[in-house]
Protein backbone atom coordinates (compact mmCIF):
# COMPACT_ATOMS: atom_id res chain seq x y z
CA UNK A 1 0.00 0.00 0.00
CA UNK A 2 1.88 3.26 -1.56
CA UNK A 3 0.76 6.41 0.56
CA UNK A 4 1.87 9.80 0.08
CA UNK A 5 0.79 12.44 2.40
CA UNK A 6 1.39 16.32 2.02
CA UNK A 7 1.67 18.98 4.86
CA UNK A 8 2.78 21.99 5.73
CA UNK A 9 0.40 24.23 2.72
CA UNK A 10 -1.24 27.27 4.13
CA UNK A 11 -0.81 30.61 3.14
CA UNK A 12 1.94 33.49 2.99
CA UNK A 13 2.65 36.82 1.70
CA UNK A 14 4.43 37.30 -1.65
CA UNK A 15 8.70 37.12 -1.27
CA UNK A 16 7.99 34.87 2.60
CA UNK A 17 9.22 31.33 2.34
CA UNK A 18 7.21 28.06 3.23
CA UNK A 19 8.36 24.27 3.07
CA UNK A 20 6.16 21.22 2.24
CA UNK A 21 6.30 17.77 3.26
CA UNK A 22 5.63 14.75 1.66
CA UNK A 23 5.27 11.33 4.17
CA UNK A 24 5.42 8.36 1.83
CA UNK A 25 5.28 4.74 3.01
CA UNK A 26 4.88 1.57 1.23
CA UNK A 27 7.60 1.59 -0.68
CA UNK A 28 11.94 2.75 -0.95
CA UNK A 29 12.39 5.87 -1.93
CA UNK A 30 15.71 4.75 -3.76
CA UNK A 31 13.64 3.10 -6.31
CA UNK A 32 10.67 6.15 -6.82
CA UNK A 33 10.88 8.94 -8.29
CA UNK A 34 9.39 11.85 -6.01
CA UNK A 35 8.12 14.84 -7.72
CA UNK A 36 6.07 17.96 -6.63
CA UNK A 37 3.21 19.06 -9.14
CA UNK A 38 1.04 22.26 -8.58
CA UNK A 39 -2.28 22.76 -10.38
CA UNK A 40 -4.27 25.98 -10.07
CA UNK A 41 -7.47 27.03 -11.15
CA UNK A 42 -8.16 26.76 -15.11
CA UNK A 43 -4.70 25.30 -15.46
CA UNK A 44 -2.74 22.30 -16.23
CA UNK A 45 -0.93 20.58 -14.25
CA UNK A 46 2.72 21.68 -14.24
CA UNK A 47 5.48 19.68 -12.60
CA UNK A 48 7.87 21.66 -9.98
CA UNK A 49 10.44 19.72 -9.18
CA UNK A 50 11.59 15.92 -9.13
CA UNK A 51 14.50 13.97 -7.54
CA UNK A 52 15.34 10.54 -9.28
CA UNK A 53 15.18 7.38 -7.50
CA UNK A 54 18.37 5.88 -9.45
CA UNK A 55 20.34 8.51 -9.13
CA UNK A 56 19.04 11.12 -7.30
CA UNK A 57 19.18 13.53 -9.97
CA UNK A 58 16.95 16.89 -9.28
CA UNK A 59 14.76 18.64 -11.88
CA UNK A 60 13.17 21.99 -11.39
CA UNK A 61 10.90 23.68 -13.82
CA UNK A 62 12.10 27.30 -15.16
CA UNK A 63 9.61 29.16 -13.29
CA UNK A 64 10.72 27.89 -9.93
CA UNK A 65 14.08 27.20 -10.01
CA UNK A 66 17.11 29.37 -8.11
CA UNK A 67 13.76 29.61 -5.74
CA UNK A 68 12.44 26.11 -4.72
CA UNK A 69 14.79 22.69 -3.50
CA UNK A 70 13.91 19.58 -3.33
CA UNK A 71 15.06 17.02 -0.69
CA UNK A 72 14.72 13.38 0.45
CA UNK A 73 15.26 11.62 3.58
CA UNK A 74 14.92 7.82 2.69
CA UNK A 75 15.48 6.91 5.87
CA UNK A 76 12.03 8.79 7.58
CA UNK A 77 10.45 8.44 3.81
CA UNK A 78 10.13 11.91 3.75
CA UNK A 79 10.38 14.46 0.73
CA UNK A 80 10.78 18.14 0.88
CA UNK A 81 10.15 21.15 -1.06
CA UNK A 82 11.77 24.24 0.30
CA UNK A 83 10.07 27.13 -1.45
CA UNK A 84 11.56 30.96 -1.29
CA UNK A 85 10.84 34.15 -2.65
CA UNK A 86 7.12 32.84 -3.34
CA UNK A 87 4.78 34.99 -5.85
CA UNK A 88 1.64 34.76 -5.96
CA UNK A 89 1.52 33.11 -9.02
CA UNK A 90 2.93 30.43 -7.17
CA UNK A 91 -0.67 29.89 -5.64
CA UNK A 92 -1.91 26.37 -6.64
CA UNK A 93 -2.53 23.12 -4.96
CA UNK A 94 0.64 20.88 -4.81
CA UNK A 95 0.73 17.38 -4.93
CA UNK A 96 3.62 14.84 -4.37
CA UNK A 97 4.08 11.59 -6.59
CA UNK A 98 6.37 8.88 -6.91
CA UNK A 99 6.74 7.55 -10.06
CA UNK A 100 9.01 4.40 -11.97
CA UNK A 101 11.84 6.08 -11.00
CA UNK A 102 12.65 8.84 -13.66
CA UNK A 103 11.81 11.98 -14.04
CA UNK A 104 10.14 12.10 -17.26
CA UNK A 105 7.10 10.64 -17.79
CA UNK A 106 4.04 11.50 -15.37
CA UNK A 107 0.29 9.85 -15.54
CA UNK A 108 -2.67 9.11 -13.00
CA UNK A 109 -1.15 5.10 -12.91
CA UNK A 110 1.35 6.69 -10.65
CA UNK A 111 0.91 6.95 -7.06
CA UNK A 112 -0.37 10.47 -5.75
CA UNK A 113 -1.46 12.63 -3.04
CA UNK A 114 -4.16 14.36 -2.28
CA UNK A 115 -2.79 17.47 -2.52
CA UNK A 116 -2.17 21.14 -0.30
CA UNK A 117 -3.50 24.48 -0.95
CA UNK A 118 -0.92 27.02 -0.78
CA UNK A 119 -2.02 30.54 -1.19
CA UNK A 120 0.83 33.66 -1.99
CA UNK A 121 -1.09 37.18 -1.75
CA UNK A 122 -0.37 40.68 -0.17
Known amino acids: QVQLVESGGGSVQPGESLTLSCATSGFSLDDYAIGWFRQAPGKEREGVSC????????HYANSVKGRFTISRDNAKKMVYLQMNSLKPEDTAVYYCAAGDGRCVVWSENDYWGQGIQITVSS
Open 51 to 58: ISGRDGNI
